[in-house]
């Protein structure tokens, strides 16, 4: 609530900030986080008997904060609280008429947002630029999208090495140490080192699977299960939108990216997962 205050900072149309000297936090990033202990803990109480009221209660837990990030606007981070909410959800044990109309729900909630004006014009078209490319004025809403692609075509099959990428030594790409940081590993190593980085992202991915398989409760399990959600979503969603596949937002490959408050979100979110398996025979 604060950072929509005048006390928050705005960088490029959204107030998401707070300025802390040359470091600054982003309230929206541990936001996802404590949706994710709070969705965990409520299910959890519940799991298997989610009826009609406990699934709107659970929902209402996280429309709270999703509700003030759309506010600052930040859609991006608010479609990783609905990748999340689905995750733990489906887990706890929803039932299928109840996912399925939250699925209808959220895409006539989505073609709603880009309809009226929640957003600002130039996030509209880069939200719209991947489906419309081929008629988009590449040096407006499309051109981060055309360079990103560019610069991951040109990698070819091995790269072209470390600090070699052309496209990254000039600049061409903008924001390319955060939200395009994957053009960089598609360019400098190409599509074996692309792969290979898939296969780490893979192997974290089966180990929170597993953790949540063995954890020793279903808070455990729900928790494990929320982190898994957030992260694979920043994957899919940040790599997809360097290659074209997706709408352009501002999210940032997990470990990967330069920051400040996502980078301790995604190690807070480890370190629960970790909490989770050093007790599991507790």
């Known amino acids: 609530m604060l950072v929509i205050s005048p006390l928050g900072t705005e960088v490029k149309g959204a107030q998401s900030w707070f300025a802390f000297g040359s470091f600054q936090l982003q309230p929206a990033e541990l936001a996802k986080l404590a949706a ?40 991006g981070s608010t479609l990783v609280f609905v990748a999340v909410i689905m995750g733990v959800l489906l887990v706890a044990g929803a039932r299928p008429r109840h996912i399925a109309a939250l699925s209808l729900v959220g895409a006539i909630g989505v073609i709603g947002i880009l309809q009226l004006d929640v957003l600002e ?6 939200l719209t630029a991947f489906a419309t490319e081929g008629g988009a004025d590449r040096q407006g809403a499309a051109f981060q999208l055309a360079q990103a692609k560019t610069t991951v075509a040109s990698g070819g099959l091995a790269g072209a090495g470390i600090f070699e990428g052309t496209q990254t030594k000039l600049g061409f790409v903008p924001e390319q140490q955060t939200d395009f940081i994957f053009t960089v590993v598609g360019e400098e190593l190409g599509f074996l080192g692309s792969a290979t980085l898939l296969v780490l992202y893979g192997v974290i991915v089966w180990r929170l699977w597993r953790t949540g398989l063995l954890a020793r409760d279903g808070f455990g399990t729900l928790v494990c299960t929320g982190v898994l959600a ?7 969603q940040n790599m997809g939108m360097a290659m074209g596949i997706m709408p352009i937002t501002g999210i940032p490959l997990p470990l990967m990216s330069y ?10 979110a480890l370190g629960l997962a970790m909490n989770v398996h050093m007790r599991r025979f507790a």
């Open 230 to 236: 957030m992260l694979m979503f920043h994957v899919f």
């Open 259 to 268: 920051g400040g408050s996502a980078t301790i979100t995604v190690f807070a």
């Open 121 to 126: 014009g130039y996030q509209k078209e880069r």
């Open 36 to 75: 994710i202990v709070a969705l965990a803990a409520y299910c959890a109480d519940h799991r298997g008997d989610l009826d009609g009221r406990r699934f709107f209660v659970a929902l209402g837990i996280a429309a709270v904060p999703m509700a003030l990030v759309m506010l600052q606007p930040d859609l």
